[in-house]
């Protein structure tokens, strides 16, 4: 996706981003006659900060004047089908498609300080990925690329170390 992009916004040519992040879901079972077996919530919740996981391939364009990415914040049912060759990770259960059930809320990220803002208020002035995954309740994973796309982006600067851990204020 990096050369593609790379490529539209060097022509000139304006781009916009749509990203889905549903921050609920409902799984919902129904037989091979569409007879709806089961209706539960799902255990993961998405939050605005799961863009930080498709961003890490191409940061450093988040600051391109051309580029804006657009997060809808969404509540989905997901429909799943038993299958006799169905994945084995759902136990045969296969995902046949998904519906939108409300739009909660939109974000727009147009400039690199718009990042920001997804970073929890309550981080301390200097902070590590460790204290980032603890005030987001996020793993290490997650915090680690955050603070690589925020980097890139120019929006935080490292300013020290302790131990293997990198100290960064946000610029």
Known sequence: MKQKLTHLLDLGHQVRIVH????????????????????????RHGDPTDVFAELVSFPDLVAHPGLEIHLILTQEEEYRCHTPNGSWRRKGWTVVERRLIDVVDTMM???????????????????????????????????????????????????GKVGNAVRYHVD
């Open 20 to 43: 889905p992040i549903a921050l609920t879901r409902w799984i919902v079972k129904v037989n091979s006659d569409g007879e709806v077996l089961s209706r539960r919530r799902s255990p």
């Open 109 to 159: 990220i147009s400039a690199p300080g718009d990042l920001v803002d997804l970073l929890p208020a309550d981080l301390p002035e200097i902070f590590t990925t460790e204290d980032i995954a603890a005030t987001l309740g996020r793993t290490r994973r997650s915090a680690q690329q955050m603070a690589y796309c925020l980097r890139q982006a120019g929006v935080i600067i490292p300013v």
